[in-house]
């Protein structure tokens, strides 16, 4: 599958429907863009379940944790990769 999009003036992009569902995602969803070895990225809606358990930690969490949490994450997403 192939999309093209515009970024606006405001750099925002709009999705197209084919990318939307196959992100599954919806409105208020997070996406997050990891840049890959040869420079371009790939793009993986957040599930949400996930995106109100940040929300609701980074209430109690000092830098420190965040960086921590940030590392875990991004671990576990190479992880994932594989």
């Known amino acids: 599958m192939s999309s ?3 970024i606006t003036a405001r750099y925002q992009v709009t999705l197209p429907r084919e990318v939307r569902r196959a992100l599954r995602a919806k409105v208020g969803d997070l996406l997050v863009f990891v840049q890959q070895t040869d420079g371009s990225f ?3 809606a957040v599930p949400p379940r996930l995106t109100d358990a ?3 930690a980074g209430k109690r969490l000092t830098p420190s944790d965040h960086r921590q949490v940030h590392k875990e994450f991004e ?3 190479e992880d994932g990769a594989r």
Do not use: N
């Open 54 to 56: 940040l929300r609701l």
């Open 4 to 6: 093209m999009t515009k």
């Open 42 to 44: 790939r793009v993986q």
């Open 75 to 77: 671990e576990g997403w």
